[in-house]
């Protein structure tokens, strides 16, 4: 596959206004409770002269706030990083095979997104995870509808059919009783239409993410009802974005990636102490949102999902036998093994 066309371009270093007084507070207390036990020679990692690396992301997601916290608060340069921040807009496996042949070092990206195209092959491996609660499913409240089991013969809403909220809400509806494919009629839209097709009644429910749901509520005069997210149980203790990185880097130097990862578990904590402030530090990058409304949507995150070790490993072999049984891996696929391959302990 060519990647001529599509090499992502670097973003600028972003500016450092009361960079020490944030980095203060990053290494606060607060902060303390989550890191311990991650490993102390992990931790230790602050060489003289900063690794250089390069991270991918997508900054139109306000779920990655904590990223640009990493950057402009120096928690990557306090970890012994040298962080290039890479503005990335292509394909899944785009960015799967771009840290595959080392054209980024790592990226975050939702694991319901990344399941079936690591199956392929991909040199990734699974470092950490930083938070839960990406999707969620919202009901047109003119439908009467209030509870799951009402769903059975409607119809839902999503941007595309092969989209993680459409996986994700089709394994968490056959764990409650109801058949994704013969119960569910799943219709694809452009996004910013699907509330317009909920008022029109061509779907009675839409199943996606933030931001685009939250300005489909806002701007909705009959309005939507709260249904479910995916840190409803059993997933209340899962993650869902996760920290991936080359292979080949994670054999040459472990220790980088693991102060990598600690960078952004702390900024993930940070954030979560100090959410006007990380608020205020992505609001740039949030077209249309404003301070008060990044706020809001930070609430519907759990940005204490940081599983590593042998949790993480798990949470990966739980994920893929959910994806195995809703027919996305292969049949042969092992979770377990699975799990094994695409994970790596770092600490």
């Known amino acids: 596959m060519s990647h001529e066309k599509k090499h ?10 009361g960079r020490r007084s944030l980095l203060a507070a990053a ?8 890191l311990i036990g991650l490993g102390g020679r992990a931790w230790a990692q602050a060489a003289a002269k900063p690794t250089p690396l ?9 779920c990655l706030t904590p990223v640009a916290v990493a950057k402009e608060t120096g928690i990557f340069e306090k970890n012994g990083l040298d962080v290039t921040l890479i503005n990335y807009s292509g394909s899944n496996d785009q960015l799967l095979e771009s840290l595959s042949t080392g054209k980024a070092d790592a990226a975050v990206g939702m694991i319901y997104r990344w399941l079936k195209p690591l199956e392929s092959g991909f040199d990734v491996k699974i470092v950490a995870g930083v938070h839960g609660g990406c999707v969620r499913l919202i009901a047109y409240k003119p439908t009467g509808i209030t509870k799951l089991e009402q769903l059975r013969g409607k119809s839902i809403g999503v941007p595309d059919l092969a989209q993680p909220a459409k996986h994700f809400f089709s394994i968490y509806l056959k764990r409650n009783g109801i058949d994704p494919e013969r119960d569910i009629t799943w219709k694809a839209y ?3 239409l699907l509330g317009l097709a909920a008022e029109k009644g061509e779907i009675q429910a839409i199943a996606y993410s933030d931001p685009t749901l939250y300005r489909i509520e806002r701007d909705s005069k009959a ?7 995916n840190t409803d149980p059993p ?11 080359g292979g080949r880097l994670v054999k040459s130097n472990r220790p980088a990636v693991a102060a990598l990862a600690k960078s952004l578990i702390e900024a993930y904590e940070w954030t979560n102490a100090h959410q006007e402030e990380g608020a205020k530090i992505f609001q740039k990058y949030a077209a249309k949102l404003t301070v008060e409304d990044l706020q809001h949507l930070y609430k519907q995150l759990t940005m204490h999902a ?7 490993r798990d949470q990966l072999a739980f994920f893929a036998q959910d994806f195995k049984n809703l027919g996305v891996l292969k049949p042969t696929t092992d979770p377990q093994k699975f799990a094994d391959h695409i994970f790596a302990d770092v600490f």
């Open 306 to 312: 940081h599983p590593v070790h042998t949790d993480l």
């Open 8 to 17: 992502p371009a670097a973003t600028p270093d972003l500016p450092n206004p």
């Open 54 to 62: 390069t991270f991918a992301w997508s900054q139109v997601s306000f």
């Open 235 to 245: 997933y209340q203790d899962k993650t869902c974005c996760v920290i991936g990185v």
């Open 223 to 229: 309005g939507f009802l709260h249904l479910a997210t």
């Open 190 to 192: 452009q996004a910013d």
């Open 27 to 34: 290494g606060s207390a607060a902060l303390a409770a989550p």
